[in-house]
């Protein structure tokens, strides 16, 4: 039992790094239906890749804009420590995330339900999904169950009492007034123009949306609505293609991965081929084996 959960907890410490995620606390159950970790994570602008796990998060330090576009639950706030947020399992998402660091619980639902831990639908979650929370009680719970895995890992009667008195609570969630959208123009041809040369020019180097939005005097989050409706994509997400665009046309010319990757912004090769993957359908490793 303990090789099988130090294989789970091995699993999630590596599919945590893909998504830029630093653990230092990382704990499975042997059958891994629970999942714990405490990391920092990087600011991020992009796809949400979806998951079959509920993703309960508390944050634990730092404070920025939050949000996430799903298919069935879409939510929008501040994060701050003790704010709580879930996302529903197999939901695919487009948003934003910053630079926090995060208590994470990861429940594949269907396997709690059906060996009878509990009785908990992700359908029930939705509502609680399209919020964010800052319930004392909840914080207080979360911290509590990280205390007692540190010392006893998943496996015990007071984790499984936290986590279900945490998922009844939120099941509970009413649905949020619904608040009509505040329709943003679009950038005119000569915003965009001169946002795309800058961007162009900075293709190598580190480019963040607020300095983008400075370059127009808007906010961040204003620009990153506007710039979405000139082109269709958010600000990172263009930025990430015309990167991945560049960097095949690097590789078509015989350049190495490592070489591609620095030229390009990215001093991690890793990340580097994951987002060439999903612009491309493809690594970037492919294309030198065409070579």
């Known amino acids: 039992m303990a090789a099988a959960a130090e294989t789970q907890v091995e699993a999630y410490r590596t599919g945590m790094r893909r998504i830029g995620a630093s653990p230092?606390?990382?704990?499975?159950?042997?059958?891994?239906?629970?999942?714990?970790?405490?990391?920092?994570?990087?600011a991020f602008e992009g796809e949400f890749q979806p998951h079959s796990y509920l993703m309960l998060n508390m944050c634990l330090g730092r404070t920025g804009h939050l949000r996430r576009v799903g298919a069935r639950a879409q939510v929008e706030g501040m994060l701050r420590p003790g704010t709580i947020g879930l996302a529903l399992p197999d939901d695919a998402a487009r948003g934003c995330w910053p630079s926090a660091r995060m208590l994470g619980v990861a429940v594949d639902l269907d396997a709690l339900n059906a060996r009878g831990a509990m009785d908990v639908k992700a359908e029930a979650l939705v509502a609680a999904a399209s919020q964010?929370?800052?319930?004392?009680?909840?914080?207080?719970?979360?911290?509590?169950?990280?205390?007692?895995?540190?010392?006893?890992g998943l496996s015990s009667a007071f984790f499984d009492h936290g986590l279900n008195l945490i998922l009844t609570r939120l099941a509970q969630t009413l649905a949020a007034?619904?608040?009509?959208?505040?329709?943003?123009?679009?950038?005119?041809?000569?915003q965009l123009s001169r946002v795309v040369d800058l961007l162009e020019?900075?293709?190598?180097?580190?480019?963040?949306?607020?300095?983008?939005?400075r370059v127009l005097g808007m906010d961040p989050s204003t620009f990153t609505r506007a710039f979405r409706a000139a082109t269709g994509l958010?600000?990172?997400?263009?930025?990430?293609?015309?990167?991945?665009?560049?960097?095949?046309?690097?590789?078509?010319?015989?350049?190495?991965?490592?070489n591609t990757a620095m030229a390009v912004g990215y001093a991690n090769p890793s990340k580097f081929a994951a987002a060439f993957a999903r612009v491309h359908g493809a690594l970037p490793s492919h294309w030198e084996e065409i070579d």
């Open 24 to 42: 230092s606390l990382v704990r499975s159950e042997p059958g891994g239906a629970v999942r714990l970790a405490i990391a920092d994570f990087k």
């Open 132 to 152: 964010l929370h800052r319930d004392p009680l909840l914080s207080a719970v979360m911290t509590a169950m990280w205390r007692d895995a540190e010392a006893h």
């Open 177 to 190: 007034p619904i608040k009509p959208a505040r329709k943003i123009a679009p950038l005119s041809k000569a």
């Open 201 to 213: 020019s900075r293709l190598a180097t580190d480019f963040s949306v607020g300095e983008m939005a």
């Open 234 to 258: 958010a600000p990172f997400a263009y930025l990430t293609r015309r990167r991945m665009e560049l960097a095949l046309d690097y590789l078509r010319c015989g350049h190495s991965v490592t």
